[in-house]
């Protein structure tokens, strides 16, 4: 007599191997034959291979990032991004047109505006909470760029100052000291180990002892200083200027004795300024700027970058943002344009616009796994991927 066999009845092992070599449509009809099946069907072993090949996918595979999304979830919001299947809404609607810029911090997005920066509460939905939960409120021209990091708020402005700010306990900030030392406006500043890094139109870096009213080292550049950031991981920072007099625009310094280490690059076209600059791990730096390239540094090889994106519109890119993994956002100088590279790709992923067609600068951006929030001179807009099945 034949004995008839269910899939329920086979080792875990099998069924996951079983599951290995099925399409993510079939896996969807598995899981509605049964409870059982749809219990195992949501397991993250049976999706950890298919998140792997996303576009979100992480070196933690998304679960240290995201610990209270399944991979299943992971998987379905990568293909929502991976498809372009998002909607626009707008947050802000700003009544003075000036540069905003933005970022995203543990659940909470800041807002720069004017001589101030405002702290607003993220909602399940991804949209934010009506009012500022927290304002900072000390210079008394615009503020160019700031920082949220290591408890502290690092805010750079026109009036050529930096004010620094500690979080609190709850939605409350103590102002700590304003460090005076550059001559022009502060464009970009970053901050990491009681050290605040700043890059001035007076064409010099400075930095900074958090905890202290002083200059620990400077240096004098060709240009005017766009971009900085501070590498975590190693004692080095980079910096990244207009390229004007210097066609070598991406400089890495030592932190300890301020001494140049590494040149980036060589023959870079005049005026091609770097306006963002960000280290993705020790070795791995991001960059973009006004000659419409997105390019990946090896910094233990500086004759030339690891890869290059072309902005094929001949936009400048103003901003940029990675995950760690495949994804690399990049913000535009025209029409509101967010685009999506995958480093796997050659060429642009996708491309959005947001806001109306009157759009212009994307200044600012930042996303995390639902959302990409960016910051446009009329506007605090976001890109919703949760909700789009």
Same mark, same amino acid.
């Given at each position: 007599?034949?004995?008839?066999?269910?899939?329920?009845?086979?080792?875990k092992? $099998?069924?996951?191997?079983?599951?290995?070599y099925?399409?993510?449509?079939?896996?969807?009809?598995?899981?509605?034959?049964?409870?059982?099946?749809?219990?195992?069907?949501?397991?993250?072993? &049976?999706?950890?291979?298919?998140?792997?090949?996303?576009?979100l996918?992480?070196?933690?595979?998304?679960? !240290?990032?995201?610990?209270?999304?399944n991979?299943?979830?992971?998987?379905?919001?990568?293909?929502?991004?991976?498809?372009?299947?998002?909607?626009? &809404?707008?947050?802000i609607?700003l009544?003075?047109?000036? #540069?905003? +810029?933005?970022?995203?911090?543990?659940?909470?997005?800041?807002?720069?505006? !004017?001589?101030?920066v405002?702290?607003?509460?993220?909602?399940?939905?991804?949209?934010?909470?009506?009012?500022?939960?927290?304002?900072?409120?000390? +210079?008394?021209?615009? %503020?160019c760029?700031?920082? $949220?990091?290591?408890?502290?708020?690092?805010?750079?402005?026109?009036?050529?100052?930096?004010?620094?700010?500690?979080?609190?306990?709850?939605?409350?900030?103590?102002?700590?000291? @304003? *460090?005076?030392? +550059?001559?022009?406006?502060?464009?970009?500043?970053?901050? +990491?180990?009681?050290?605040?890094?700043s890059?001035?139109?007076?064409?010099?870096?400075?930095l900074?002892?958090?905890?202290?009213?002083?200059? #620990?080292?400077?240096? /004098?550049?060709?240009?005017?200083?766009?971009?900085?950031?501070?590498?975590?991981?190693?004692?080095?920072?980079? @910096? !990244?200027?207009?390229?004007?007099?210097?066609?070598?625009?991406?400089?890495?310094?030592?932190? /300890?004795?301020?001494?140049?280490?590494?040149?980036?690059?060589?023959?870079?076209?005049?005026?091609?300024?770097?306006?963002?600059?960000?280290?993705?791990?020790?070795?791995?730096?991001l960059?973009?700027?006004?000659d @419409?390239?997105?390019?990946?540094?090896? @910094?233990?090889?500086?004759?030339?970058?690891?890869?290059?994106? /072309?902005?094929?519109?001949?936009?400048?890119?103003?901003?940029?943002?990675?995950?760690?993994?495949?994804? %690399?956002?990049?913000?535009?100088?025209?029409?509101? $344009? &967010?685009? *999506?590279?995958?480093?796997?790709?050659?060429?642009?992923?996708?491309?959005?616009?947001?806001?109306?067609k009157?759009?212009?600068?994307?200044?600012?951006l930042?996303?995390n796994?639902?959302?990409?929030y960016?910051?446009?001179?009329?506007?605090i807009?976001?890109?919703?991927?949760?909700?789009?099945?």
């Amino acid at each position: 007599m034949m004995t008839t066999c269910s899939l329920l009845d086979l080792n875990k092992d $099998v069924l996951f191997l079983l599951a290995s070599y099925l399409s993510i449509k079939d896996l969807g009809r598995l899981s509605q034959v049964c409870r059982q099946l749809c219990s195992f069907c949501n397991q993250d072993a &049976v999706w950890r291979n298919d998140n792997k090949k996303r576009l979100l996918a992480t070196s933690s595979n998304g679960k !240290g990032k995201y610990p209270k999304l399944n991979l299943k979830e992971i998987c379905r919001l990568s293909r929502n991004w991976e498809n372009g299947l998002m909607k626009d &809404v707008q947050l802000i609607k700003l009544k003075t047109q000036l #540069l905003p +810029h933005l970022q995203l911090q543990k659940g909470q997005l800041y807002v720069s505006h !004017g001589e101030n920066v405002h702290c607003y509460r993220i909602k399940n939905n991804g949209n934010i909470s009506k009012n500022p939960v927290l304002v900072c409120s000390k +210079h008394v021209h615009d %503020i160019c760029k700031f920082v $949220v990091k290591d408890g502290h708020i690092v805010t750079g402005a026109r009036d050529h100052q930096i004010n620094i700010w500690k979080l609190t306990r709850g939605p409350n900030v103590q102002f700590v000291r @304003t *460090l005076s030392g +550059h001559s022009l406006k502060v464009n970009c500043v970053d901050t +990491h180990d009681s050290m605040v890094l700043s890059g001035s139109a007076d064409k010099s870096w400075r930095l900074w002892s958090l905890e202290h009213d002083r200059c #620990l080292l400077e240096s /004098e550049m060709s240009d005017r200083v766009l971009s900085v950031a501070i590498n975590s991981w190693n004692k080095n920072i980079i @910096t !990244g200027t207009s390229c004007i007099n210097d066609h070598k625009p991406l400089d890495i310094w030592n932190i /300890e004795n301020g001494k140049h280490m590494l040149t980036l690059g060589s023959n870079f076209k005049m005026g091609a300024g770097v306006l963002d600059v960000q280290y993705e791990d020790a070795n791995t730096v991001l960059s973009c700027g006004y000659d @419409t390239y997105l390019r990946i540094w090896d @910094t233990r090889s500086s004759r030339s970058c690891v890869r290059e994106y /072309e902005e094929v519109d001949d936009n400048a890119l103003y901003c940029l943002q990675s995950n760690g993994g495949y994804l %690399i956002a990049t913000g535009s100088n025209r029409f509101g $344009v &967010v685009r *999506l590279w995958d480093k796997r790709m050659t060429e642009c992923l996708s491309k959005f616009y947001i806001g109306n067609k009157k759009s212009g600068s994307v200044y600012s951006l930042q996303f995390n796994l639902t959302n990409i929030y960016a910051s446009l001179s009329h506007s605090i807009q976001t890109l919703d991927f949760s909700d789009c099945r």
